[in-house]
């Protein structure tokens, strides 16, 4: 019987050292790709802006993805018949030569493949400050090809993440977490009231709705109860608030013959001070519209 040659590690290792020609190259993973090719996409756009006088800011990359050309999809969709088959133990000897030829075809065609990167950033000169969320067609050397908007607005600096979230529709109450059920609705609800305006009543209620992210987050909270009661808090006290004699005496929805919400209405109490200085427990109905926003707040007698 021959004998059989065994290496340990340490062993190929001082093979492939002693042969000079050989050099170790580790392979990158997606992971470290993705990152080198949005470090050099933040860096063209920075320097474009710069040549324009303008400063910008990365805020985020949503969920990358691969544009590929038609035959790259016939392909793909011919290998998940044949998966298909397989599950269920079966051959298709026609959809074999299928792939085949479609092999040949994706190995000619010469359409390059683009990354689409979603980038949410921010634009400012000197008088405004303006977020963008966009489309990036990157290819495989790291050039932004081209560049849709398909988003933007003039927030404040401290909302932009907020927007970034909304934009991507990502948690706001947990970043870097995909939305809750509760997140879901709660940007259903937004959008059908937002996508229905312009102009100065959208970026209105664009930052309206930025507010109450932010309130939501702060707290971790979209409980509509809890809602409810610090923005009747707000919008009766201001930033002045005294909670400890207050009370939500009624909290009630009403809805038309539709069954669609028209309003919420509190029956509010709380301590406020009067021309004097002196604390005076004070009673007020309040009326919210389906978004929040205040519809009329009214004294009691």
């Keep these: 019987m021959g004998r059989t040659a065994v290496l340990t590690y340490s062993g190929i290792l001082f093979l492939l050292v002693s042969c000079g020609g050989l050099t170790y190259v580790p392979v990158k993973t997606p992971a470290e790709f993705e990152v080198e090719r949005r470090e050099a996409v933040v860096q063209q756009l920075r320097e474009d802006f710069r040549k324009t006088g303008m400063k910008y800011a990365p805020i985020t990359f949503g969920m990358p993805s691969v544009v590929k050309s038609p035959s790259h999809f016939t392909l793909d969709s011919l290998y998940a018949i044949k998966y298909e088959l397989e599950k269920m133990n079966q051959v298709s000897a026609r959809i074999e030569e299928q792939i085949k030829v479609q092999q040949l075809v994706v190995s000619s065609d010469t359409t390059p493949s683009y990354f689409l990167e979603k980038h949410v950033f921010s634009v ?40 970034s979230c909304y934009v991507l529709q990502e948690s706001f109450l947990y970043p870097h977490s995909y939305p809750d059920a509760a997140e879901v609705e709660f940007y259903a609800l937004y ?11 959208k970026q209105d209620f664009l930052d309206f709705m930025l507010s109450v992210m932010r309130t939501a987050s702060r707290y971790e909270s979209l409980d509509k109860a809890f809602l409810i009661q610090e923005f009747t808090r707000q919008y009766v006290q201001g930033t002045a608030r005294n909670m400890l004699d207050e009370n939500f005496l009624k909290m009630e929805e009403f809805f038309n013959e539709e069954k669609e919400l028209l309003y919420y209405y509190i029956d509010y109490e709380c301590s406020m001070k009067d021309t004097d200085g002196d604390l005076v427990l004070k009673r007020f109905d309040v009326y919210l519209d389906p978004w929040l926003q205040l519809i009329e707040v009214k004294n009691k007698p």
Excluded: C
């Design 124 to 163: 400012e000169d000197s008088t405004n400050f303006e977020v963008f969320y966009a489309d990036l067609y990157v290819n495989n050397s790291n050039k932004i090809e081209s560049v849709e908007i398909r988003e933007s607005a003039k927030v404040q600096r401290k909302d932009a993440n907020m927007y």
């Design 191 to 201: 959008n059908s009231k937002l996508q229905g305006l312009s102009g100065k009543e």
